[in-house]
């Protein structure tokens, strides 16, 4: 039997645009859980190609590693705030809002993990 499962779980909403406040929230938190992968989802084209809003992540990612050891994983996020939206069907506006981007984050780990595991069980 497999002990070593992984569930992903919305941890909090970072409400910040400011890259630095951003990335001290991200430091408190990968402290706080002791975190040692951190999983960013890339919004890429429908044809799989990376935006600018792509690089953007990828430099922030560089710039949270300038602070803390982690590694850091990058996995297309495509569809996962659509299927947010279908999860949230029904709620109030104000509820979505906010549940949106935790869901969607919650759904990118899942891909992640899902493809993680698929591999383990493949070696």
Do not use: H
């Amino acid at each position: 039997m497999d002990m070593d499962i992984k569930i992903p779980f919305p941890c909090r909403l970072i409400e910040e645009s400011n890259a630095r406040k951003v990335k001290r929230a991200l430091m408190d938190i990968i402290e706080e859980k002791n975190i040692d992968t951190v999983v960013f989802g890339l919004p890429l084209s429908d044809e799989g190609k990376e935006s600018e809003w792509c690089a953007e992540i990828r430099r922030f990612s560089e710039f949270l590693l300038k602070s803390v050891k982690v590694d850091i994983v990058f996995v297309d996020e495509y569809g996962t705030s659509k299927e947010a939206d279908f999860i949230l069907r029904g709620k109030k506006k104000k509820v979505k809002s906010k549940a949106n981007d935790l869901i969607a984050a919650t759904l990118i780990l899942e891909n992640y993990l899902n493809v993680l595991n698929m591999n383990n069980r493949n070696q």
